[in-house]
């Protein structure tokens, strides 16, 4: 194992706050059971909030982002996990108050590790991340409710981000029938090869004014959005339909009403990928590699260097990334 390498470290002081690619040692690294040199890691909007001063992500500095890596494991003390194993480590604390994956090497907790699924490359688990994951675990969460292909459209919100590309995608090759919308006009031709049969706008999903309960037209929802997105969707799922809800990127307060709720029964399912039961990951990522792998994996996905990370950082928080970004750590 090498003494030195490299890594994508955060630092504030009182006077200044710094993003770049530095050498780190081997007892840099926090404690954990398993120590994995990383091949890749991806961007999420969490990891663009880490880089900046006031994005209230990291809790102390200096600090190395990225709540997602897959690599290969080059020495534990957990007998589940030996060297040469892949593995794939997502959410928990990695990231936040646990140095994360933009990193030549990381070392975590064994608890946190999911072994890589077999017809899955590291590339591959990185393309799905956190993001993935959570799309993942929407779509199960919604079948898990009752929700079938036969009852109708399918609206995912946010479509072009990495949740909701993948979720177009899953939902599309699951057999549902799937609307996306997105404030994106140039993005239309991306998500129909992604599978969504109609493509509709922010405003339509969102209208100026939001009825306490309305038109019933949705199946189901796969919801990374929030705030009076989430409010509009509620009052249009259709009666026993399910809302997935799984981020606030329009805002945490949700103008409803309980009338969804008690006149349709409609059922709001909360998606929280950080801690998820370890049974239940596994058995999702073993689902990403079989019925919920997009036959277009590459369409959601481009490939950045740790050195490109600082602007694609920025450029996530700027709205202005599609799908899925993935930060191949060897190169």
Not at 52 to 76: E, M, R, W
Not at 206 to 226: N, Y
Request: proline share 5%; glycine share 10%; aromatic share 6%.
């Amino acid at each position: 194992m090498t003494k030195e390498f490299k890594a994508l470290v955060v630092n504030k002081t009182d006077e200044d706050f710094t993003v770049g690619v530095e050498s780190l040692s081997i007892n840099d690294l926090p404690e954990g059971d398993v120590t994995i040199r990383v091949h890749y890691s991806s961007v999420n909007y969490k990891d663009g909030l880490a880089s900046i001063p006031n994005g209230k992500i990291v809790q102390s500095y200096p600090f190395v982002p990225g709540i997602d890596l897959a690599g290969t494991v080059v020495s534990s003390d957990d007998d589940r996990y030996q060297e040469g194993d892949e593995v794939v480590v997502t959410s928990y604390e990695l990231g936040v108050s646990h140095y994360g994956g933009y990193s030549e090497y990381a070392r975590v907790p064994a608890d946190w590790v999911v072994p890589l699924p077999e017809n899955m490359s590291l590339k591959e688990a990185m393309a799905f991340g956190t993001a993935g994951f959570t799309a993942a675990l929407s779509v199960h969460r919604l079948e898990e409710s009752g929700v079938t292909p036969e009852d109708g459209t399918i609206l995912v919100t946010g479509s072009t981000g990495g949740v909701g590309s993948m979720a177009v995608s899953m939902l599309a090759k699951r057999g549902y029938h799937v609307t996306a919308s997105t404030g994106k006009d140039s993005e239309h031709e991306y998500l129909k090869k992604l599978g969504a049969q109609e493509i509709i706008s922010r405003e339509e999903v969102t209208p100026e004014k939001i009825r306490p309960i309305s038109k019933q037209k949705w199946a189901g929802v796969v919801d990374p959005v929030g705030g009076k997105t989430l409010a509009s969707v509620l009052s249009n799922t259709k009666y026993g339909g399910a809302v997935a809800v799984s981020g606030l990127t329009a805002g945490i307060e949700v103008p409803t009403t309980v009338f969804p709720f008690i006149l349709r029964g409609v059922n709001l399912l909360g998606i929280d990928s950080v801690y998820c039961p370890k049974d239940l990951r596994e058995k999702l990522w073993k689902r990403m590699s079989t019925d919920l792998k997009p036959d277009d994996l590459g369409e959601i996905e481009k490939e950045v260097s740790l050195k490109d990370l600082p602007a694609t950082l920025s450029e996530i928080l700027q709205g202005k990334v599609r799908g899925r970004t993935v930060v191949n750590i060897l190169s």
